[in-house]
């Protein structure tokens, strides 16, 4: 853990020097490697300290946390009990013994992002955090989770720095030689998505493949390709955060971008000027956790924690409280911004 949190704090002084060449367009390739580079642990202020990986609450429904930070929300259940593990995980290794060591990317309502409490605390919120402690207790494992730009994800998983992913991850070849996958918990789909004022620009996805046109998408998501691949005469920024191209969207410096369907319309609620022009093919089953490659037994454990939350149907309520907590108040963007 001591490494991630050393290559986090150097990347949050690298992001801040980044941070005004962020919407600066360049190769694909290049930007991407930048930003990896950047990939930063952003911890909000009020939250746990830079050093420190953020905690997610446990589901209403269980145990609080008790190592929460002194700044966060006050504990209501710090006496409650950890729930018996369901499943024998003897058998699974772990880069720390005893907890489940988990990267997220929080700018990808209603999958993951900073939900703000009622006392103004931002916590981790999202389907992808609820599923992601489910599967913990499921294994009898502590969660902890690293908040952290998405392309980072990829890196810190590849690199085997951490056990596990969740941050919405499509399922691709390319991923497949890096890390392995759990089962599909989620359908995805793909939205080109502008802004009103803009809408008459864009008939169809065709209309977007122009040089005066700025489109963006995620730096190392599937989406980046979807841009090149739709629109390669344009002007493609790929951008850390996907609430970092919401802001571009909003504030007419973009004109369009490739976007998860079900993010799309997350956002959307918080900004109703937002338009969803069209549906963008994609060959992909859909969303599931990204799994350090060749900890076999980890996919098993992963697997039956999933299918259990699936079938009982807690994963759907999951989905739902997600959504109606992505309506309320939450972070947009970079919280040391
Ligand atoms: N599903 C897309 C992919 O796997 C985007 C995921 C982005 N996730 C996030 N938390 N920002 O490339």
């Given at each position: 853990?001591?490494?991630?949190?050393a290559?986090?704090?150097?990347?949050?002084?690298?992001?801040?020097?980044?941070?005004?060449?962020?919407?600066?367009?360049?190769?694909?390739?290049?930007?991407?490697?930048?930003?990896?580079?950047?990939?930063?642990?952003?911890?909000?202020?009020?939250?746990?300290?830079?050093?420190?990986?953020?905690?997610?609450?446990?589901?209403?429904?269980?145990?609080?946390?008790?190592?929460?930070?002194?700044?966060?929300?006050?504990?209501?259940?710090?006496?409650?009990?950890?729930?018996?593990?369901?499943?024998d995980?003897?058998?699974?290794?772990?880069?720390?013994?005893?907890?489940?060591?988990?990267?997220?990317?929080?700018?990808?309502?209603?999958?993951?992002?900073?939900?703000?409490?009622?006392?103004?605390?931002?916590?981790?919120?999202?389907?992808?955090?609820?599923?992601?402690?489910?599967?913990?207790?499921?294994?009898?494992?502590?969660?902890?989770?690293i908040?952290?730009?998405?392309?980072?994800?990829?890196?810190?998983?590849?690199?085997?720095?951490?056990?596990?992913?969740?941050?919405?991850?499509?399922?691709?070849?390319?991923?497949?030689?890096?890390?392995?996958?759990?089962?599909?918990?989620?359908?995805?789909?793909?939205?080109?998505?502008t802004?009103?004022?803009?809408?008459?620009?864009?008939?169809?996805?065709?209309?977007?493949?122009?040089?005066?046109?700025?489109?963006?998408?995620q730096?190392?998501?599937?989406?980046?390709?979807?841009?090149?691949?739709?629109?390669?005469?344009?002007?493609?920024?790929?951008?850390a955060?996907?609430?970092?191209l919401?802001?571009?969207?909003?504030?007419?410096?973009?004109?369009?971008?490739?976007?998860?369907?079900?993010?799309?319309?997350?956002?959307?609620?918080?900004?109703?000027?937002?338009?969803?022009?069209?549906?963008?093919?994609?060959?992909?089953?859909?969303?599931?956790?990204?799994?350090?490659?060749?900890n076999?037994?980890?996919?098993?454990?992963?697997?039956?924690?999933?299918?259990?939350?699936?079938?009982?149907?807690?994963?759907?309520?999951?989905?739902?409280?997600?959504?109606?907590?992505?309506?309320?108040?939450?972070i947009?963007?970079?919280?040391?911004?």
């Open positions: 853990m001591k490494k991630i949190l290559i986090a704090l150097a990347a949050v002084m690298a992001a801040s020097l980044a941070a005004c060449s962020s919407s600066s367009s360049a190769p694909a390739a290049t930007t991407a490697a930048a930003a990896t580079t950047a990939a930063a642990t952003e911890a909000p202020k009020t939250e746990a300290p830079a050093t420190e990986a953020a905690k997610t609450e446990a589901p209403a429904t269980e145990a609080a946390k008790t190592e929460a930070p002194a700044t966060e929300a006050p504990k209501t259940e710090a006496s409650a009990e950890k729930p018996a593990a369901k499943y995980s003897s058998k699974i290794t772990t880069i720390t013994p005893g907890k489940l060591t988990l990267a997220t990317s929080p700018d990808f309502a209603p999958y993951e992002f900073y939900a703000i409490d009622k006392d103004g605390t931002p916590h981790l919120a999202g389907f992808d955090m609820s599923l992601a402690q489910y599967i913990a207790d499921y294994l009898g494992l502590e969660l902890e989770v908040p952290m730009d998405f392309d980072g994800t990829i890196m810190e998983l590849t690199q085997k720095n951490v056990d596990m992913s969740m941050a919405g991850y499509s399922i691709t070849e390319e991923r497949k030689e890096v890390m392995d996958f759990s089962i599909v918990y989620y359908g995805g789909a793909q939205s080109f998505v802004v009103e004022s803009k809408k008459d620009l864009f008939p169809d996805l065709a209309a977007a493949n122009k040089a005066d046109l700025t489109i963006g998408a730096v190392g998501s599937i989406q980046a390709g979807l841009a090149h691949d739709n629109c390669p005469d344009a002007d493609i920024i790929e951008m955060k996907v609430t970092d919401i802001a571009e969207l909003v504030t007419g410096k973009m004109d369009g971008a490739f976007i998860e369907t079900a993010v799309a319309e997350s956002y959307q609620k918080n900004y109703p000027e937002l338009h969803i022009v069209c549906d963008v093919p994609f060959d992909s089953e859909g969303s599931a956790a990204g799994i350090s490659k060749g076999e037994e980890l996919v098993k454990g992963v697997n039956a924690a999933i299918e259990e939350c699936i079938s009982s149907g807690q994963f759907d309520q999951f989905v739902e409280e997600a959504k109606a907590l992505a309506e309320g108040e939450i947009e963007g970079l919280i040391e911004e």
